[in-house]
C-alpha cells in the first residue's frame, strides 16, 4: 500500500473508532546494567563493557541491580500503580544474534508494577486519563550494525559487527490498557501520553529519557473498530518510534491505513510495521509471535523480588510533585497562558527559568531571556538551550545589572554574546568590552547637546510642541554613546535641555 491509499483522516473516523496500546521501554541510567557489574556509560568502545554474565556464557549468574527495582517502584507508584508483594524474573526465549544468551530476561505474568493510570493534559488544557496495565522490569539486547551494503540492512551487507555493551542495560516496560474513547484526538493523547511519561521519569531521576538517542521508545498499536461497536479490532504495532512527533504521525497514519484496508473489505494482519521518518509511513514487519511462542518461565537463576512494605512506603513517601501538577503550579506562579507554557516546555525551558528565579531573577526576565535571545541562540546553533554555554546564574546575574540600570536591553544582549563565545562571567564580559550604560550626566549632557545642534530641525519642532520627535535625538544619542545610554534618561535630558514638559 502506499501512501496516496489512505483514507482521509476526517473520513477514517466518521466510520471507524480507533483503540490504542502504548508500550513505552525506558532505559534507565543505572550506573551498572541490570544483572552484572558493567558500565553503561554511552560511547565506549564496542564490546568493552561485557563480562560472562551479559555475553551469556556458560556458567555465569546473574544478580539484581538495586537501583534497577527501586527505579521500577519509583515508576510504578508515580503510575498511580500497585507494587507487587512478590514477583519473579522470567525469561523469554527467542534467538536474535543481538541478545546473546538467547533469552531476554524480563517479567511475564508477574510484574513488579500493575493496574495504575498516568492523567495527560492535551493542548487545550483538558485531561485524559490513560490507564496502565503493567510496568516491568528486562534489559536490553546489543546492536547490530550491517556493513557492506549500500543500505545498512543486512540485505546485501557483507558481514555485521555486535557490540554488546548495551545488553543487559535496563529497560522498564510500561504498558498501557487499551485506550478508548479518544476519538479523532488518539494520535494527540499518544504523544501527550509518552511526554508526559518522558517528564515522569525525568522527574523520579531514573532515566534521562532522550529519545533521539534511545533511552525512551514507543511501540503504537492501534486497531479500529467500526463506530458504535464494542469489539476490537486486529492491531497493528508499530515498533520503536523514536520521538513525540513520531508518535503522533505513526497513530494516525496506522487510522488512515487500517480504515483504508478495511473499508475496501479487507483484514488487517496483526504484524509488527516499522515507521518511517521521511514520510510518515508504515510498512509490515514480522507477523506477530504469540505468547507461547517464546516459551516464557520463571528465570531459575534469580530469586524472586519481594519489596518490603516499609520500603515501598519510604520511596511513595520522597515521590516529586508530578510533572503535570508542577507545570500547572508554575504556571500559575509566572502568569502565563497555556499556550507560552507549552512553548517553554516544548524549548526544554521550565527547569531553566526555576533555576533563573531561585538564583535570584524575576519570573519575567528569565522567561525573556530564555525563551528570547538564548532561544534564539540554541536554534541557530541547532543545540539544546541546556547545552548553551551559559548558566541560570549568570543569566540571573545579566538579569540583576539590568535592573540595577547598569545593563539596558541592547548591552544585555551583548554581555550575553560575550558569555556564550567564553569570554567570562557577565561581570568580566562587561568590565573587558566597557558594555556599561554611561550614567555619566556630563557625558550625557555633552552627547545631548550635540545631538540638538546637530539636527536643528528636529530640536525645533520638539520646541513647538511635537514631543514625539524627540525619539530621532533618542537614537542619535544612543548611537553616538555606542548604545550605551540609558534611553529613558536621554529622553528625559532632551525634553530638558529644548525646555517642553514629557
Ligand atoms: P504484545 O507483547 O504482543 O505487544 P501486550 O499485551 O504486551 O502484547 O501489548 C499490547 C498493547 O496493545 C497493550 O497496550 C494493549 O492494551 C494493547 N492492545 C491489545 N489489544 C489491542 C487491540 N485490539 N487494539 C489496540 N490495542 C490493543
Ligand atoms: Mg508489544
Ligand atoms: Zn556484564
Same mark, same amino acid.
Given at each position: 500500500?502506499?501512501?496516496?491509499?489512505?483514507?482521509?483522516?476526517? *473520513?477514517?473516523?466518521?466510520?471507524?473508532?480507533?483503540?490504542?496500546?502504548?508500550?513505552?521501554?525506558?532505559?534507565?541510567?543505572?550506573?551498572?546494567?541490570?544483572?552484572?557489574?558493567?558500565?553503561?556509560?554511552?560511547?565506549?568502545?564496542?564490546?568493552?563493557?561485557?563480562?560472562?554474565?551479559?555475553?551469556?556464557?556458560?556458567?555465569?549468574?546473574?544478580?539484581?541491580?538495586?537501583?534497577?527495582?527501586?527505579?521500577?517502584?519509583?515508576?510504578?507508584?508515580?503510575?498511580?500503580?500497585?507494587?507487587?508483594?512478590?514477583?519473579?524474573?522470567?525469561?523469554?526465549?527467542?534467538?536474535?544474534?543481538?541478545?546473546?544468551?538467547?533469552?531476554?530476561?524480563?517479567?511475564?505474568?508477574?510484574?513488579?508494577?500493575?493496574?495504575?493510570?498516568?492523567?495527560?493534559?492535551?493542548?487545550?488544557?483538558?485531561?485524559?486519563?490513560?490507564?496502565?496495565?503493567?510496568?516491568?522490569?528486562?534489559?536490553?539486547?546489543?546492536?547490530?550494525?550491517?556493513?557492506?551494503?549500500?543500505? $545498512?540492512?543486512?540485505?546485501?551487507?557483507?558481514?555485521?559487527?555486535?557490540?554488546?555493551?548495551?545488553?543487559?542495560?535496563?529497560?522498564?516496560?510500561?504498558?498501557?490498557?487499551?485506550?478508548?474513547?479518544?476519538?479523532?484526538?488518539?494520535?494527540?493523547?499518544?504523544?501527550?501520553?509518552?511526554?508526559?511519561?518522558?517528564?515522569?521519569?525525568?522527574?523520579? =531521576?531514573?532515566?534521562?529519557?532522550?529519545?533521539?538517542?534511545?533511552?525512551?521508545?514507543? &511501540?503504537?498499536?492501534?486497531?479500529?473498530?467500526?463506530?458504535?461497536?464494542?469489539?476490537?479490532?486486529?492491531?497493528?504495532?508499530?515498533?520503536?518510534?523514536?520521538?513525540?512527533?513520531?508518535?503522533?504521525?505513526?497513530?494516525?497514519?496506522?487510522?488512515?491505513?487500517?480504515?483504508?484496508?478495511?473499508?475496501?473489505? $479487507?483484514?488487517?494482519?496483526?504484524?509488527?510495521?516499522?515507521?518511517?521518518?521521511? *514520510? =510518515?509511513?508504515?510498512?509490515?514487519?514480522?507477523?506477530?509471535?504469540?505468547?507461547?511462542?517464546?516459551?516464557?518461565?520463571?528465570?531459575?537463576?534469580?530469586?524472586?523480588?519481594?519489596?518490603?512494605?516499609?520500603?515501598?512506603?519510604?520511596?511513595?513517601?520522597?515521590?516529586?510533585?508530578?510533572?503535570?501538577?508542577?507545570?500547572?503550579?508554575?504556571?500559575?506562579?509566572? $502568569?502565563?497562558?497555556?499556550? *507560552?507554557?507549552?512553548?517553554?516546555?516544548?524549548?526544554?525551558?521550565?527547569? %531553566?527559568?526555576?533555576?533563573?528565579?531561585?538564583?535570584?531573577?524575576?519570573?519575567?526576565?528569565?522567561?525573556?531571556?530564555?525563551?528570547?535571545? %538564548?532561544?534564539?541562540?540554541?536554534?541557530?546553533?541547532?543545540?539544546?538551550?541546556?547545552? %548553551?554555554?551559559?548558566?541560570?546564574?549568570?543569566?540571573?546575574?545579566?538579569?540583576?545589572?539590568? &535592573?540595577?540600570?547598569?545593563?539596558?536591553?541592547? %548591552?544585555?544582549?551583548?554581555?550575553?554574546?560575550?558569555?556564550?563565545?567564553?569570554?567570562? &562571567?557577565? *561581570?568580566?564580559?562587561?568590565?573587558?568590552? $566597557?558594555?556599561?550604560?554611561?550614567?555619566?550626566?556630563?557625558?550625557?549632557?555633552?552627547?545631548?547637546?550635540?545631538?540638538?545642534?546637530?539636527?536643528?530641525?528636529?530640536? &525645533?519642532?520638539?520646541?513647538?510642541?511635537?514631543?514625539?520627535?524627540?525619539?530621532?535625538?533618542?537614537?542619535?544619542?544612543?548611537?553616538?554613546?555606542?548604545?550605551?545610554?540609558?534611553?529613558?534618561?536621554?529622553?528625559?535630558?532632551?525634553?530638558?535641555?529644548?525646555?517642553?514638559?514629557?
Amino acid at each position: 500500500m502506499t501512501v496516496t491509499d489512505l483514507v482521509p483522516y476526517e *473520513d477514517a473516523l466518521a466510520s471507524y473508532d480507533p483503540v490504542m496500546g502504548l508500550e513505552v521501554h525506558v532505559e534507565l541510567g543505572t550506573k551498572t546494567k541490570m544483572f552484572c557489574g558493567c558500565a553503561t556509560t554511552l560511547g565506549a568502545d564496542a564490546n568493552a563493557q561485557t563480562c560472562p554474565t551479559c555475553l551469556g556464557l556458560p556458567g555465569s549468574l546473574p544478580v539484581v541491580n538495586a537501583i534497577g527495582v527501586e527505579s521500577a517502584i519509583k515508576i510504578g507508584l508515580a503510575l498511580n500503580c500497585s507494587i507487587a508483594e512478590w514477583c519473579r524474573f522470567a525469561r523469554k526465549n527467542y534467538f536474535y544474534p543481538d541478545m546473546p544468551k538467547n533469552f531476554q530476561t524480563s517479567q511475564y505474568d508477574e510484574p513488579i508494577a500493575y493496574d495504575g493510570y498516568l492523567d495527560v493534559q492535551l493542548e487545550d488544557g483538558e485531561v485524559f486519563r490513560v490507564q496502565i496495565e503493567r510496568a516491568h522490569m528486562e534489559e536490553d539486547t546489543g546492536k547490530s550494525t550491517h556493513v557492506g551494503g549500500a543500505t $545498512g540492512r543486512i540485505h546485501g551487507a557483507s558481514h555485521s559487527l555486535l557490540d554488546y555493551n548495551r545488553a543487559g542495560i535496563p529497560l522498564i516496560e510500561i504498558v498501557t490498557k487499551p485506550i478508548e474513547g479518544a476519538g479523532e484526538r488518539a494520535p494527540e493523547v499518544a504523544k501527550a501520553y509518552v511526554a508526559e511519561l518522558r517528564e515522569l521519569v525525568r522527574a523520579l =531521576g531514573v532515566s534521562e529519557a532522550r529519545m533521539e538517542m534511545g533511552q525512551m521508545r514507543c &511501540d503504537v498499536n492501534l486497531s479500529l473498530r467500526p463506530n458504535g461497536t464494542e469489539t476490537f479490532g486486529t492491531r497493528s504495532e508499530t515498533k520503536n518510534v523514536n520521538s513525540l512527533r513520531s508518535v503522533e504521525r505513526a497513530a494516525r497514519f496506522e487510522i488512515q491505513r487500517h480504515a483504508a484496508v478495511l473499508s475496501s473489505g $479487507g483484514t488487517i494482519v496483526q504484524e509488527t510495521r516499522h515507521f518511517h521518518e521521511e *514520510d =510518515g509511513s508504515t510498512t509490515a514487519g514480522r507477523i506477530k509471535d504469540n505468547a507461547e511462542d517464546y516459551r516464557y518461565f520463571p528465570e531459575p537463576d534469580l530469586v524472586p523480588v519481594a519489596p518490603a512494605r516499609a520500603w515501598v512506603e519510604e520511596l511513595r513517601a520522597v515521590l516529586p510533585e508530578l510533572p503535570r501538577i508542577r507545570r500547572n503550579r508554575l504556571r500559575e506562579e509566572w $502568569g502565563v497562558s497555556a499556550h *507560552d507554557m507549552q512553548s517553554i516546555l516544548n524549548a526544554g525551558a521550565v527547569d %531553566l527559568i526555576v533555576a533563573t528565579i531561585e538564583a535570584g531573577a524575576g519570573s519575567a526576565a528569565a522567561r525573556k531571556w530564555w525563551m528570547g535571545e %538564548l532561544a534564539r541562540r540554541a536554534n541557530e546553533d541547532g543545540v539544546e538551550l541546556a547545552a %548553551l554555554p551559559i548558566t541560570p546564574a549568570q543569566v540571573a546575574r545579566v538579569a540583576a545589572l539590568v &535592573d540595577e540600570g547598569s545593563l539596558n536591553d541592547k %548591552l544585555a544582549r551583548q554581555t550575553i554574546e560575550g558569555v556564550l563565545a567564553g569570554e567570562g &562571567d557577565p *561581570d568580566t564580559v562587561v568590565e573587558k568590552r $566597557g558594555l556599561k550604560v554611561v550614567s555619566d550626566e556630563g557625558a550625557l549632557g555633552a552627547a545631548v547637546d550635540e545631538a540638538i545642534v546637530g539636527n536643528a530641525a528636529i530640536a &525645533d519642532k520638539i520646541r513647538g510642541g511635537k514631543v514625539a520627535a524627540a525619539g530621532a535625538l533618542v537614537g542619535a544619542v544612543m548611537k553616538a554613546t555606542r548604545g550605551q545610554a540609558d534611553a529613558a534618561r536621554v529622553r528625559e535630558l532632551i525634553l530638558e535641555k529644548l525646555g517642553v514638559e514629557g
